[in-house]
């Protein structure tokens, strides 16, 4: 949860096991998201890439800085983030 402390505002979205582990009862999106927030980072939980695309479209502003990061194909909602904000 420490390791977004540079952020201005973060957005989890769920947590998945790969194929090769078991899934880990100790953590989960949401214990991210709160954990986040009680070290003085503004986090939200958000389910999946609908809903964490409208929360990016009306969060980001000119010139921010977005970051996707996980696993699988996440990295793919910067194309519909930026068809969102361009109009």
Do not use: C
Request: charged share 25%; proline share 1%; aromatic share 6%.
């Amino acid at each position: 949860a420490l390791s977004f402390g540079d952020a201005d505002k973060v957005f989890i979205m769920d947590i998945y096991s790969s194929a090769r582990e078991l899934p880990d009862v100790t953590i989960s999106s949401e214990i991210l998201t709160r954990r986040v927030n009680e070290n003085g980072i503004d986090a939200t939980y958000s389910q999946g890439k609908n809903e964490t695309l409208k929360l990016l479209t009306r969060n980001v502003k000119e010139k921010d800085i977005v970051l996707t990061v996980g696993a699988g194909n996440i990295f793919h909602i910067h194309e519909d983030l930026i068809k969102a904000l361009n109009g």
